[in-house]
């Protein structure tokens, strides 16, 4: 393998020894708010016209923990190595600032897609769904999970102790993630929160994500896709350029 190469596979091997806490675990907790959202409010909220609330909130919940997911690998393992003190060994290779961006990213993308098709394999017992656009699904997917694994590669190497990360865990991710529309759709919501919603990156995420599924979505997935893909593009910038100058990994 090329150093990248081995440090990608470094990096998936690390969350597939504690599968059961980083793939179980997070599959059994869209299950419960599946379970609980769904019977709760299957016969009082409807979305769309031919799309029952259960079937909608697949799609939220399948985009949530891919997001989650993807933003806890890269960021958790930066951490940790910091603390523990088995980044120097990383940085005595001569890997490059983008093998470094690639293999975080990479694994933290494969952490998220494979979460998230655990989520959907246990929800489409739940409520039928389509496919309309299955490229658009994928698209989503694979861009939303990259932006948040370079989101977590920024989140990791800016933490110095998991109390910081959990902070930008608890008070950014966590409200930007419920507030995206998982839950409902921003109609129904009043004018001035559907304008708070548009500022929302992660909203086009689920968004575009859902409009794979059923064809029909809030804004265009033109639009989603192109601010996702922007977001992307800044993210991995800064993310690259912290890594190039070893921000708070080589002092």
């Known amino acids: 393998m090329t150093g990248w190469q081995m440090l990608f596979y470094k990096e998936i091997l690390r969350f597939w020894k504690v599968g059961f806490q980083t793939v179980a675990a997070p599959v059994l907790t869209a299950m419960m708010y599946l379970l609980i959202f769904g ?3 299957e016969d009082h909220v409807k979305v769309y016209d031919s799309i029952g609330y259960t079937a909608f909130l697949i799609p939220g919940l399948v985009m949530m923990s891919v997001l989650q997911n993807a933003f806890a690998n890269s960021s958790s393992s930066l951490i940790q190595s910091k603390i523990m003190g088995n980044l120097v060994f990383l940085l005595l290779t001569p890997l490059s600032h983008g093998a470094w961006f690639t293999a975080y990213v990479g694994s933290a993308i494969v952490r998220g897609l494979v979460v998230g098709v655990g989520v959907l394999l246990v929800a ?19 861009i939303g999970a990259g932006l948040m694994g370079a989101l977590g590669l920024i989140a990791g190497l800016w933490a110095d102790k998991f109390d910081q990360l959990a902070a930008f865990q608890n008070f950014v991710i966590m409200p930007m993630t419920f507030l995206s529309g998982v839950f409902y759709s921003i109609h129904s919501l009043p004018a001035f929160w559907q304008g708070v919603s548009h500022l ?7 968004d575009g994500f859902r409009y794979g599924f059923f064809g029909v979505s809030d804004v265009s997935p033109w639009l989603s896709l192109t601010i996702v893909g922007s977001a992307f593009g800044v993210v991995s910038i800064i993310a690259m350029h912290l890594l190039r100058t070893g921000y708070k990994i080589r002092s």
Request: charged share 0%; hydrophobic share 75%.
């Open 39 to 41: 019977h709760v409010l």
């Open 124 to 142: 489409v017992w739940f409520a039928p769904l389509a496919f309309a656009h299955p490229l658009w699904i994928a698209i989503f997917a694979l």
């Open 200 to 206: 929302n990156p992660f909203f086009y995420m689920i």
